[in-house]
């Protein structure tokens, strides 16, 4: 029996209606998400499910479970505590934050505190060096730690605190976090809403005011919205917009049978990605008159085909095989042929010796 709930399914198939029909394997990585979010972890369980409701195999959906640190293999605690150890916040102090911890908490690294709170994880660069040393939990950030700030952190998690990070909302746990990776908005009161962005983050905005640079309608006071109050807002200014349309003018009557008007082609209805894979590979079938490297005939004529068996056939008798059965370019005869060539082009320029290229020629 599946340890997945209905609810889980119903929701897997929600995420996998978000992409085209054909293209529901890019569904994969929140769907990963989201049996982390009911496991903890990514399970051989979570591996099937995914594998099963994407029509994919085990091996497929293993091969992206292990590629991405975010999907955990194995029981992860409540918190997941990831110190910065990178080269700016180690020199800022990162590593005695992890060392600290490791020490306080009596875990290592990826591993778990007894009572199944914390999870510690020393981390890659976290993207966030102008506040480094710098860790996150649940990756909600908190900027310029040092070894006591983040014990009193861990001890306030373990203690059933919920503390504040510097930037974005009061923390969740992993479970709830991975519910957001997967694409679904957190409900909880204040979950969106209670923090704000750090100073440092609005560094740019400030230096681009202070010069009178602005884009066009952005007011930097818009607040941060939970996602039912964007909705609503979006939903309001969609409505309002329809109103103000304009009535649609009639409809002009068909061109008669013989008329000399142009043609006016339909819109390309092909999405971006199915444009940007015919540019890559031009042959796979529909011609891409604009691809680099293809050759558009101008004069209407249809390119003469190419044979592909006489090019072969030519290319074979002007290569013949060694005897021993290796290629050409191995043959002993003609490496020593062009090694007294290029000897004797040494001695006729009175420069030193010519290069053999690999293919027998000179350069
Ligand atoms: S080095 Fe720590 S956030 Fe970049």
Do not use: W
């Amino acid at each position: 029996m599946s340890v997945f709930t209905e609810e889980t399914r119903a929701r897997a198939r929600e995420i996998i209606a978000r992409y085209p029909a054909d293209r529901s394997r890019s569904a994969l990585l929140p769907l990963l998400h989201l049996v982390q979010s009911e496991e903890g972890y990514v399970s051989p369980a979570g591996v099937e499910f995914c594998a099963e409701v994407l029509g994919l195999n085990k091996a497929q959906v293993g091969a992206v479970a292990t590629f991405y640190t975010m999907y955990k293999r194995k029981p992860t605690g409540d918190y997941l505590v990831s110190v910065c150890t990178n080269t700016m916040c180690n020199v800022l102090g990162g590593q005695e934050v992890y060392d600290t911890l490791a020490e306080h908490l009596g875990v290592g690294h990826d591993e778990t505190t007894g009572d199944g709170k914390i999870t510690l994880e020393h981390a890659e660069c976290l993207a966030a060096c102008d506040y480094g040393p710098v860790m996150t939990v649940n990756y909600d950030f908190f900027d310029n730690v040092d070894a006591q700030t983040a014990v009193g952190v861990v001890d306030e998690l373990r203690a059933g605190g919920r503390p504040m990070p510097t930037r974005g909302a009061r923390l969740c746990t992993l479970k709830e976090m991975a519910i957001q990776l997967a694409g679904f908005a957190d409900e909880r009161e204040g979950a969106v809403a209670d923090g704000g962005p750090g100073e440092p983050s609005l560094r740019g905005l400030r230096l681009a005011e202070q010069h009178g640079i602005s884009v066009p309608g952005y007011d930097p006071n818009t607040p941060i919205r939970s996602k039912a109050e964007a909705d609503k807002a979006a939903a309001e200014a969609k409505a309002k917009a329809e109103a103000a349309k304009p009535a649609p003018a009639p409809e002009p009557a068909k061109a008669a049978s013989g008329s000399t008007a142009p043609d006016v082609k339909a819109p390309d209805a092909k999405s971006p990605q199915v444009r940007t894979a015919e540019t890559r590979q031009p042959d796979a079938g529909t011609a891409v008159p604009d691809a680099p490297g293809t050759k558009v005939p101008t004069d209407g004529a249809p390119p003469a085909p190419r044979d592909a068996q006489a090019a072969e056939a030519a290319g074979a008798a002007a290569n013949p095989p060694a005897g021993d059965a290796k290629p050409a370019g191995d043959d002993a005869g003609a490496q020593q042929r062009n090694l007294k060539e290029a000897e004797a082009g040494a001695g006729a320029n009175g420069a030193g010796p010519a290069v053999a290229s690999e293919t027998g020629g000179q350069k």
